[in-house]
């Protein structure tokens, strides 16, 4: 690399740093934040979490409870993440540069994923909660929705980028759009879009912890129910069974992806 091309990407780098640190410092002074006192507090809330926040044996007793609520909250990430990705995929087939009929399906498709994926999960529940209330239904509808704008996203993506060629080359044998769409398309493109599926269902596991606390559903719901109560060892055996749970689901997605890629 030469040495005028090093300096100036050498002087770029350090006027990024310099730019970053300043609007830190200010951010610091404007928010009129204590770096100290939030520095020692996380020694403080070490210290208080290993004295109360952790599974005994009373709270044992628990586990079948929080392990019904943990089943309920998987199969609603599971479905809502799958009946999302068909959904996602229609709407991907349409906003594809390599597979859309019409321009205007494309603009309405790349929409609605934006949309729906810049639409926060918590403003989601929040507001189907005003039609649903709080129920399973509700944490079902908000992974889902954003499930949908996340998934169309990446399909798009997926598409554009795999299949591209594919496609070319059997619309110049003039074949029609369903054999695109099912020997070129699809299987050029699922491997990739399943490692996408399994990501967006160990996301939404993680998710459906805060719409089930919104929503009053799940293992969220369970959590916030002795969390409230001042039961903080069966909170911590909560927190317990959700992080043993997604570092499985991790374990399995990346085998399952292994497999397939």
């Not at 990705?85 to 597979?99: D, P």
């Not at 798009?156 to 044998?173: G, K, M, Q, Y």
């Not at 909170?235 to 399952?256: D, F, H, K, P």
Request: hydrophobic share 50%.
């Amino acid at each position: 690399m030469p040495v005028d091309v090093f300096v100036r990407k050498r002087r770029r780098s350090l006027g990024f740093f310099s730019l970053l640190a300043l609007l830190s410092a200010g951010s610091v002074i404007i928010t009129e934040y204590d770096v100290v006192k939030g520095f020692t507090s996380i020694f403080e809330a070490l210290r208080w979490g290993a004295a109360n926040f952790y599974p005994d044996a009373p709270s044992l007793v628990k586990l079948p409870a929080i392990l019904v609520k943990l089943k309920e909250t998987i199969l609603i990430s599971v479905a809502a993440t799958t009946t999302a990705a068909i959904f996602a995929l229609l709407l991907a087939l349409g906003g594809s540069r390599s597979t859309r009929r019409n321009p205007l399906f494309s603009v309405i498709s790349r929409g609605t994923a934006s949309f729906f994926r810049n639409m926060p999960l918590a403003a989601w529940a929040m507001i189907l909660m005003l039609a649903f209330s709080q129920s399973p239904l509700t944490g079902y509808l908000a992974l889902f929705c954003g499930s949908l704008g996340f998934l169309t996203r990446a399909f798009i993506e997926t598409i554009d980028e795999v299949s591209s060629h594919s496609v070319e080359a059997l619309s110049a044998t003039g074949a029609s759009y369903g054999q695109i769409i099912f020997q070129a398309v699809l299987p050029c493109s699922l491997p990739l879009m399943i490692s996408w599926l399994l990501y967006m269902v160990e996301t939404n596991i993680r998710d459906a912890t805060l719409v089930g606390i919104l929503t009053g559903s799940g293992i969220g719901f369970a959590f916030e129910l002795y969390y409230k109560s001042l039961n903080y060892h069966a909170a911590s055996l909560v927190v317990l069974t959700i992080v043993l749970t997604v570092i499985a689901i991790e374990g399995l997605s990346n085998y399952v992806r292994r497999v397939i890629l």
